[in-house]
């Protein structure tokens, strides 16, 4: 099946550093996703990319949907303490019923004030 | 401004007691999923409904049960409930293909 490399699996940043986060996948999506978790939460949406190539921002987040289809990039910059928790991409083939994500390992950032 | 409500947002159970966790959504998305997540892990599909239709992951347990009766609720019915069955529940719910997730439902079984 379908398997998606998130990388880093953690990262420890100073607060107002940029920091970069990616996804690589062994096949292709049409959709790529990029959630945010806090502890004790769901996780919430940051960024949805529906075309190759596609760059797209919300607010100090950026998110790229790599051109081949098979990667995706999170960028945050000027990073702050709330920045903190755990980022998910996940990729998505829609069609039919068929809505699945498959998701990534996840990030782990925590950020010194 | 809620869109997916999770009720309760914690449950705790006795090994074997049959447990129901709930959830809604004011968005009228014809699609909702429930997950299963471990600490320090990605969420687990368990399934997933495309209106009244329902998709059953393969290696969803028998254990684990869903009733939609409506657009807006969908039940996560856990008849026996294990020790490892402890973990965050979430439901999640698309229209267009994107989900959207509730805030979930940490289960712990005593």
Redesign the interface.
């Known amino acids: 099946g379908q398997q998606l490399n998130q990388s880093p699996q953690s990262m420890f940043i100073q607060e107002g550093e940029d920091v970069s986060m990616n996804c690589t996948s062994s096949s292709i999506f049409n959709?790529w996703?990029w959630?945010k978790q806090d502890p004790?939460?769901?996780?919430?949406?940051l960024i949805?990319l529906y075309k190759a190539g596609e760059l797209t921002s919300n607010g100090r987040l950026t998110a790229q949907f790599g051109i081949t289809r098979k990667d995706s990039f999170l960028n945050i910059s000027a990073s702050i303490p709330s920045d903190v928790g755990i980022y998910?991409c996940?990729g998505?083939n829609?069609g039919g019923?068929n809505?699945?994500?498959t998701?990534?390992?996840?990030t782990l950032l925590t950020v010194n004030p | 401004d809620a869109m997916?409500i999770?009720n309760p947002r914690y449950q705790v159970t006795q090994f074997g007691k049959p447990v129901t966790l709930s959830c809604s959504q004011t968005l009228n998305h014809n699609?909702m999923y429930w997950y299963q997540q471990k600490s320090?892990?990605?969420?687990k599909?368990l399934f997933?409904y495309?209106d009244k239709?329902f998709?059953n992951e393969a290696d969803t347990p028998d254990n684990f049960q869903s009733r939609r009766p409506n657009t807006s609720f969908c039940f996560l019915d856990i008849r026996s409930p294990g020790l490892g069955d402890a973990a965050?529940y979430?439901c999640?719910t698309?229209g267009q293909?994107?989900?959207?997730?509730?805030?979930?439902t940490?289960l712990l079984v005593l």
């Not at chain 1, 004790?40 to 949406?45: F, I």
């Not at chain 2, 320090?40 to 969420?43: G, H, K, N, V, Y």
């Not at chain 2, 293909?97 to 979930?104: A, C, K, V």
């Open positions: 959709t996703l959630y004790g939460e769901g996780p919430v949406l949805a998910f996940a998505q829609s019923s809505y699945k994500l998701f990534g390992k996840g | 997916v999770q699609v320090s892990q990605a969420p599909l997933h495309y239709d998709n965050m979430l999640a698309s293909g994107t989900q959207y997730f509730g805030p979930g940490r």
